[in-house]
């Protein structure tokens, strides 16, 4: 089974639209975090949450929006998308903030903006 | 600043041949993470090695902080192998924040 989810896992959006991309975890991390993936790009940290409270924030833009509404959920919330935002975005969970944990990797959204 | 290099980018090799991967960091860091990169996307761990050598199964891992370089030793590869294979560190300078390589781009022939 599974054990973090992303959904959907793949999207297709309009300029200017607003999406949300849900991740929900079932490893009892308590840390989870926002990566994104461009084309032939490094994988880039976006946010990391710990307990649900943003500990990191890496993206300059304020139209990522991560939300936590339960322990083991964060979504991200985009609005106004621009072609740019294209990416492969990966959700990912570890025991707690930190290091010293290892990091799982959910299998990602690949989201493309027209 | 903080920079990490993986070498080679690409690697083709004959089924059953060996291969190693590097990563070099220009710090001092915190912790690292090799994962393997499915042609689909997917992210799979492969070791969390912030020092020293682990095994696992053909797999094996050397992180040598001092020398500031990880590397990872693919031993008998298999097509299944394939794929993108990326090193990820942490430098302690926020809550985990991962820094990836652009990666090693492994191809398997039969």
């Known amino acids: 089974d599974p054990k973090i989810i992303q959904k959907p896992k793949y999207l297709v959006a309009v300029t200017g639209s607003e999406k949300i991309l849900i991740c929900e975890q079932y490893?009892?991390?308590?840390?989870m975090y926002w990566y994104r993936q461009s084309a032939k790009k490094p994988l880039e940290f976006m946010f990391s949450y710990s307990y649900q409270k943003l500990m990191d924030n890496q993206t300059a833009s304020s139209r990522f929006q991560p939300q936590s509404s339960k322990k083991n959920h964060l979504d991200l919330q985009i609005t106004a998308l621009k072609p740019d935002d294209s990416a492969t975005y990966f959700c990912a969970s570890s025991q707690d903030l930190g290091g010293r944990y290892e990091q799982y990797f959910g299998p990602g959204t690949r989201l493309t903006v027209l | 600043g903080q920079q990490v290099q993986q070498s080679p980018a690409s690697l083709v090799l004959q089924e059953g041949e060996n291969a190693e991967l590097q990563c070099n960091f220009s710090t001092s860091l915190n912790s690292m993470q090799w994962f393997y990169q499915r042609p689909g996307g997917s992210l799979v761990s492969l070791f969390y090695?912030?020092?020293?050598?682990k095994h696992s199964g053909r797999l094996t891992s050397t992180t040598v902080i001092k020398e500031r370089r990880s590397s990872l030793h693919i031993s008998s590869s298999q097509t299944t192998d394939s794929g993108t294979y990326l090193c990820a560190l942490d430098w302690g300078t926020g809550y985990q924040n991962f820094y990836f390589g652009k990666g090693t781009s492994l191809t398997v022939i039969p």
């Open positions: 090695n912030p020092s020293g050598t």
């Open positions: 490893l009892g991390h308590n840390a």
